[in-house]
């Protein structure tokens, strides 16, 4: 090799090395910053009440959400395969879950936090359009809470007596549903790891203790 040639070869080189990481740092960058349009996830049963859900006592039923992000408002559709037909379900967005990402009850759990009824459910698909993806929030001034947000969904038996079977007292009902005489939770999701933040976040901010999400 020419010893004229070798420095430019090795110029070229660096230079094209450079340009490339460049190149992939703006990319990398570029789908950080790239705001998600769709989101897909689950919810999970309460294993007691199982039994009292299933359609085949020997298949567990799911629950499959896809959530759009809209200009006005987002869509959700929430799909319920699996289930005994004919039982009906309160919807509510929640601060906290109580099951941990593995599933298992989390040892801390003090209660939902902030709760908001979004809709009935039946065995099927039911589609919920309300703002859901990083913004969804309440407050309450009277009171002084803040704007609190409620990344999680759960879902409670509307009839008390549909869980008696599995052990639930009718006669203790739980406030979820619009008679405020509901049966036990049925299904919820989980936190997300590493933020820990349910699923409707879609933009967690990890610099934070605890873990925020970007509006």
Request: charged fraction near 15%.
């Amino acid at each position: 090799m020419s010893q004229h040639l070798a420095p430019v070869l090795r110029r070229t080189a660096a230079l094209t090395t450079s340009f490339l990481a460049i190149a992939a740092t703006t990319m990398s960058y570029g789908v950080q910053a790239q705001e998600l349009s769709e989101i897909k996830f689950q919810l999970y049963p309460t294993q007691q009440f199982i039994k009292c859900m299933a359609a085949d006592p020997y298949v567990t039923p799911t629950v499959d959400v896809v959530v759009k992000r809209g200009v006005r408002n987002d869509t959700m559709k929430l799909t319920l395969n699996g289930f005994k037909p004919g039982l009906q379900f309160d919807l509510f967005s929640l601060e906290n879950s109580l099951q941990l990402a593995d599933g298992s009850f989390d040892p801390n759990f003090k209660g939902f936090g902030l709760v908001w009824y979004q809709s009935d459910l039946r065995p099927g698909t039911t589609t919920v359009k309300t703002i859901l993806l990083d913004q969804i929030f309440g407050f309450d001034s009277a009171v002084g809470l803040k704007p609190t947000k409620a990344f999680h969904l759960g879902f409670w038996f509307n009839n008390p007596e549909d869980a008696q079977e599995c052990g639930f007292d009718p006669s203790k009902p739980t406030p979820f549903n619009g008679e405020q005489k509901a049966g036990p939770l049925a299904f919820i999701t989980r936190p997300v790891l590493p933020a820990g933040l349910g699923p409707l976040c879609t933009k967690p901010n990890t610099s934070t203790v605890p873990a925020t999400c970007d509006p």
